[in-house]
């Protein structure tokens, strides 16, 4: 039998520390990278961080830092 476990939001993040996430943002624009670091605020430090442009990369951008705000969702990639 299957069963529902639930999970908060700072869990599904914490699982995915270190690991390569999909951000989306406002502006409509999409980045990747490992995430690094995350807080209560969901400003997140993404390491190795890429712009995404229809899926592809569109340029590098290193180690960065998302404030939360900005964010729509993070997808664990």
């Known amino acids: 039998m299957n069963y529902l476990v639930e999970k908060r939001p700072f869990d599904v993040l914490n699982n995915a520390l270190n690991n390569n996430v999909l951000v989306a943002l406002k502006n409509k624009k999409e980045l990747r990278g490992t995430l690094a670091s995350f807080d209560v605020h969901m400003n997140v430090v ?5 712009e995404l442009e229809e899926g592809e ?3 590098k951008l ?3 830092f998302v404030r939360g ?5 993070i997808s664990p990639a």
């Open 69 to 73: 705000d900005t964010i729509i969702f």
């Open 62 to 64: 290193g180690t960065m």
């Open 57 to 59: 990369t569109k340029r």
């Open 46 to 50: 993404l390491e190795n961080a890429e």
